[in-house]
């Protein structure tokens, strides 16, 4: 199984950006798909998830009403749309597959089943 994400870099606050993750190794449409991010110091934190078909999305309250997750089945691809950036969301971003929707948001992380290596966001003025 492979998660690759890309899309991060440095933006300004108030800036959007938009995550990718693509997937391998795994039949996609049976899992459901995360975002979970990771600042420097800090544990990892759920930030959103969607159920298989893309229908059902999941949000933590720091960036519900900015960020959307969205995924295309036929690309085996989950999208991170962020928007309104803040200087809190500096972190890095990691993509995450399980079949159970709930496991991508309540964790613990070592009990996901698969993950991605990351994409570093930056917001910075």
């Known amino acids: 199984v492979q998660l690759v994400e890309s899309g991060g870099g440095l933006v300004r606050p108030g800036d959007s950006l938009r995550l990718s993750c693509t997937a391998s190794g795994l039949a996609f449409r049976n899992y459901a798909m995360g975002w979970w991010r990771q600042a420097s110091g800090t544990e990892r934190e759920f930030v959103a998830a969607?159920?298989?078909?893309?229908?059902?999305?999941y949000y933590s309250s720091s960036v519900k009403g900015r960020f959307t997750i969205s995924r295309d089945n036929t690309k085996n691809t989950v999208y991170l749309q962020m928007t309104t950036l803040e200087p809190e969301d500096t972190a890095v971003y990691y993509c995450?597959?399980?079949?159970?929707?709930?496991?991508?948001?309540?964790?613990?992380?070592?009990?996901?089943?698969?993950w991605g290596r990351g994409t570093e966001v930056t917001v910075s003025s």
């Open positions: 995450a597959a399980d079949q159970l929707v709930s496991r991508l948001q309540l964790g613990p992380a070592n009990s996901v089943y698969a």
């Open positions: 969607t159920n298989w078909n893309g229908n059902s999305t």
